[in-house]
């Protein structure tokens, strides 16, 4: 019809060829029948989809959180400690009065804090806070597992909060161990994860951000070095001092360490930052800390290969050709990933040279290094002979047993000879540094080159009498050689 819409004047041409008759009919009804059955075929696609993917749909509730968390939560340990009390008689002045000695003291081994930690490597080192530790005289770690474990205490920074323990294993024993961030891979606001032992209650996870890279947060009474610390809203309470704050990839981005509270407002929790971590370890892992041996080097490694970070001048490493920025790949002739290992490597003979296989660009060599003894060090150094005092030399002296080192003997026309340290003489300081261990002797002694001088402060006995002693303090000036 004219001027119909040719919507509906198709349907009307039903006797045309083509149209709405028979034909046409026919035509629609195959039109129709098809795509019922594609529809019906979509379905039946989607539905096998859905049971099938019906785990996955589950799995929505499995968000980078919980997998963080999953991933770190075997490597968090709970930290007990205690402490040796001594409990005196309130009647002991009178029972001493009566009888002419003392009444006996009881000591008893209390609990004496609570703590976290984090397992840092394969062998069961666990990394955690120092003031955990603290005055305590046994510590116990609660694996994931349920086990309770005895904790020897290795080393630690007081000014850090840093404190690294061992846990007692079976022989080959292996252990979950964390990943650790690159040193500044942080995001300010990125989500992160606190994980310890708040309350001593169990291992628990509280999420946040990261609210600031750079503080430093306020301790009264401890004048702790450590700068630049994170900040974050996540939960850190009380017993989470020494576990990890992590990120969503899971990888250890700090040490939580603290919180501070407004009288009713939330809690703002700070973590020493993995950079620091870092640098900490790898004076821990050290020759001159495991082993009493000078190296020279500090090494780096662990995330990654292992790098060598700095070199001391005039050190072992430095005369042996190391220079920071090489990776070292391997050990007389052994691969080495980890720092432990390379450490425990290093040391196994210090009589033996080290040798170490090395690339520096595209360059790859082996170099040569001989590590030397504190003792040698020092004789090296300063034409001495250096012991720990005892009891016995301590009393003599009138100091305490860490107040310095006794002077066995003194190397003739050595440096501290010519200028006039005699033997039996007690080494109070070195620069105007106390000393009380060899390692503190050594230390100074690093960093000193032939030609260069050092300041002892010792102290002299001269006999006045047949039981008469007199001690005089001088400060003496030593040419190192």
């Known amino acids: 019809m004219k001027g119909m819409p040719r919507l509906w004047s198709w349907c009307e041409e039903a006797d045309a060829p083509g149209g709405c008759g028979a034909r046409g009919a026919s035509r629609v009804g195959r039109v129709v029948a098809r795509g019922a059955l594609v529809r019906l075929a979509g379905c039946m696609v989607l539905t096998l989809r859905l049971l099938a993917a019906g785990p996955e749909v589950d799995d929505i509730r499995r968000d980078a959180t919980v997998r963080a968390i999953e991933r770190v939560l075997p490597t968090v340990v709970n930290i007990a400690t205690t402490q040796i009390v001594e409990y005196r008689d309130p009647y002991q002045d009178l029972f001493y009065q009566f009888y002419g000695r003392r009444a006996p003291v009881e000591r008893r081994e209390e609990p004496s804090s609570i703590g976290s ?120 309470n009380p017993g989470n001092s020494g576990g990890p704050l992590i990120n969503l990839r899971g990888e250890l981005i700090g040490i939580n360490v603290a919180v501070y509270r407004e009288s009713q407002g939330m809690g703002v929790g700070f973590a020493i930052p993995v950079k620091q971590v870092n640098e900490a370890l790898s004076e821990f892992f050290s020759p001159e800390v495991t082993r009493s041996l000078w190296f020279g080097a500090k090494v780096k490694g662990l995330r990654g290969p292992l790098v060598v970070a700095d070199v001391q001048p005039g050190s072992p490493a430095a005369r042996a050709g190391l220079r920071a920025g090489m990776e070292i790949e391997g050990v007389n002739g052994r691969t080495v990933r980890r720092l432990v290992e390379f450490n425990r490597l290093v040391t196994e003979s210090p009589d033996q040279p080290v040798r170490l296989q090395v690339q520096e660009g595209r360059n790859r060599r082996t170099v040569e290094v001989r590590l030397i003894s504190f003792e040698s060090l020092v004789e090296q150094k300063l034409g001495l002979r250096l012991a720990p005092l005892t009891q016995q030399l301590a009393a003599g002296f009138q100091v305490g047993v860490g107040d310095g080192m006794y002077v066995e003997s003194v190397e003739a026309r050595g440096p501290a000879a010519r200028a006039g340290v005699p033997a039996r003489s007690l080494l109070l300081g070195l620069d105007g540094r106390p000393v009380g261990s060899l390692f503190q002797v050594a230390d100074v002694l690093m960093g000193k080159a032939s030609g260069d001088t050092v300041q002892l402060t010792v102290v002299v006995p001269r006999r006045l009498g047949a039981a008469l002693m007199e001690y005089r303090q001088v400060t003496v000036e030593v040419v190192v050689r």
Do not use: C, M
């Open 117 to 236: 930690g984090v397992i840092i490597d394969e062998e069961g080192y666990i990394l955690t806070n120092f003031h955990v530790l603290r005055r305590a005289s046994r510590v116990y770690v609660k694996l994931q597992d349920g086990r309770i474990l005895e904790a020897e205490p290795l080393v630690y920074t007081p000014h850090k909060d840093v404190a690294l323990l061992k846990v007692q294993t079976r022989p080959g024993e292996r252990f979950p161990a964390i990943t650790f961030a690159a040193d500044d891979d942080l995001i300010l606001g990125e989500t992160v994860i606190a994980l310890g032992n708040p309350y001593g209650l169990g291992t628990s996870a509280s999420r946040g951000i990261l609210s600031s890279k750079a503080r430093r947060p306020p301790v009264e009474g401890e004048p702790l070095g450590t700068q630049d610390w994170l900040q974050t809203d996540a939960g850190i």
